[in-house]
């Protein structure tokens, strides 16, 4: 039996720093649910996986962005269920260090790393 635990985000409207604290929230309960056994990390709609940070952010980065994107890659490279990144479209920035992060990648051909 499947169970799928979703966790949609619009990306274009939350900060990277927001984008981390969610993913954790959301990955510290799937961490206890017995019933899943592995986590497929896919972009929303499956077109493209993540373009990375918002470059807007480059000039004036929410403080502990550096410190948030290190301990999302180390909170999923020490994940204790197999992490799957379904890689198509683009992955870049900091999407690109959390497919690199995950414990398995799968690209398809429209992949662009």
Not at 12 to 31: D, G, P, R
Not at 49 to 69: H, L, Q, V, Y
């Amino acid at each position: 039996m499947w169970q799928s635990s979703n966790l949609e985000m619009e990306s274009s409207i939350l900060s990277e720093h927001e984008l981390v604290l969610k993913f954790i929230e959301h990955w510290k309960k799937i961490k206890v649910t017995e019933s899943i056994k592995s986590v497929v990390i896919v972009g929303k709609g499956g077109r493209q996986f993540s373009a990375g940070a918002d470059m807007t952010e480059f000039e004036n980065p929410p403080p502990g962005d550096i410190i948030m994107m290190t301990e999302l890659t180390a909170y999923v490279e020490a994940f204790p269920k197999p992490i799957v990144a379904a890689i198509a479209g683009v992955a870049l920035g900091g999407g690109l260090e959390l497919a690199l992060s995950c414990h398995y990648r799968i690209v398809d051909e429209t992949a662009k790393l």
